[in-house]
């Protein structure tokens, strides 16, 4: 079975602030626009926008992981060129991976 490469990026890595400054954490380009449009936050730059609101929590702040930007890049040889994006792990990869991330128990 053969899957094709993606065309553009996975990630657009934008980053959404609070009133505070600190970051809330990151979102696609739908998100950042809709958030503009209903004039909800006003643009700081062009990967990043501030929140006119107080939101009700803090978002993802204290888990990094989170909050850090995503790279374009396979998780099995690290190749940033076509990059095809499967939510089940393909038969063909897995059997290179370590017999406890294999197992169902």
Known sequence: ???????????????????????????????F?????????TQVDDTTIALNFAPKGPGRAGQQWY????????????AEQHLVLVHIVPSQYRRYMPLRVKSRR
């Not at 626009?33 to 936050?41: C, E, F, M, Q």
């Not at 909050?67 to 998780?75: A, K, N």
């Open 67 to 78: 909050l850090e930007d995503r790279q374009d890049q396979c998780v099995v040889c690290g």
């Open 33 to 41: 626009d809709w958030y503009l449009a209903h004039g909800l936050a």
């Open 1 to 31: 079975m053969s899957y094709p490469p993606r065309k553009g990026p996975l990630y657009d890595n934008l980053t959404v602030l609070g009133p505070d400054g600190a970051v809330l954490f990151r979102c696609g380009r739908k998100k």
